[in-house]
């Protein structure tokens, strides 16, 4: 069973500020959707049909989005906007199961995680990190949802976390991992450390925003010191595997854009304008000036 899919969106997104002051970066549009609607879509397009927001103070719009808007519904069907009262039903009908919990205090993603514990319960899940789109066909969730079902005919009790090759001057931005092939994507994770510098790095393996946990990590994360003031999720994942808990990471196949800065925030924009027929019409007459 793996229906429940957890996105942390406490954070203050210090990279984005001054907008951030006001709008949760999760909720800043990519074209017409916010950013938030591309990973929901993601997990339900994998078959994740059990959400969980870990929200802050002043985050609720998050949740808010998904919910119905019974004021709205009845001005727009006044007005006989019918096209407009399709695409909110659109939105308002994706999350069906919708829980949030609060992370009362910015104590990292490792505690935020935590925060979902009860929610959660005693259940494999899966953990998607709103920064990260990801554009792939199958969903990047799928692809792994599928893979670790597949490991669940040879192990148990096992994690798989989807990971990148990046440059050696990014590996300092990334959870990173050592490991041994096990084939050309699946890689079986030895050790992992957080945020290295390029000398420290065991690689240039680098773990991206997609998690499916064994729900022990609950227990492992309330066992590690905080760390500059956070828990880190990867010391979890660390203490699990040196307490034998198998740990997979896998190199997806798609593209991966990080919204969580100004340039990628821009670059994700670009990608998927450039999806768009009408869009990438604008992009071209643009690419002629420049
Ligand atoms: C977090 C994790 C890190 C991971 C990264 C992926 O870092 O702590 O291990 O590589 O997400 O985006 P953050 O970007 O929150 O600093």
Request: hydrophobic content about 40%; glycine content about 6%; aromatic content about 10%.
């Amino acid at each position: 069973m793996l229906r429940k899919v957890l996105f942390p969106v406490a954070g203050f997104g210090t990279r984005m500020l001054p907008v951030t002051k006001v709008v949760p970066k999760e909720l800043l549009p990519i074209l017409n959707r916010p950013a938030i609607e591309y990973v929901v879509d993601e997990a339900l397009n994998s078959g994740f049909d059990s959400f969980i927001f870990v929200i802050s103070y002043g985050k609720e719009a998050i949740i808010d989005y998904f919910d119905v808007d019974l004021g709205l519904r009845s001005f727009l069907a006044e007005r006989k906007k019918e096209s407009l009262l399709d695409l909110i039903k659109e939105v308002e009908s994706k999350v069906k199961t919708l829980s949030a919990v609060r992370q009362k205090i910015p104590e990292g993603l490792g505690h935020a995680v935590l925060s979902a514990e009860r929610l959660v319960g005693k259940e494999p899940f899966a953990v998607i990190l709103g920064d990260d789109l990801i554009d792939a066909e199958p969903p990047c969730l799928k692809q792994m949802k599928e893979l670790y079902l597949e490991l669940s005919a040879q192990t148990e009790n096992h994690s798989l976390i989807a990971l990148e090759e990046v440059s050696l001057e990014e590996v300092s931005k990334y959870g990173i991992v050592e490991g041994e092939r096990i084939s050309d994507n699946l890689i079986k994770i030895k050790r992992m450390v957080e945020k290295p510098s390029p000398e420290e790095a065991p690689s240039n393996l680098a773990i991206v925003g997609r998690y499916i946990f064994h729900p022990a990590i609950f227990e492992y994360l309330k066992r590690i010191p905080k760390k500059g003031g956070e828990y880190q999720l990867t010391d979890a994942m660390q203490l699990m595997i040196e307490e034998g808990y198998p740990f997979y990471g896998y190199i997806f196949q798609g593209i991966r854009l990080d919204t969580g800065n100004p340039k990628g925030y821009f670059k994700a924009i670009l990608h998927y304008a450039s999806k768009d027929p009408e869009l990438r019409e604008i992009l071209k007459s643009f690419s002629f000036e420049i």
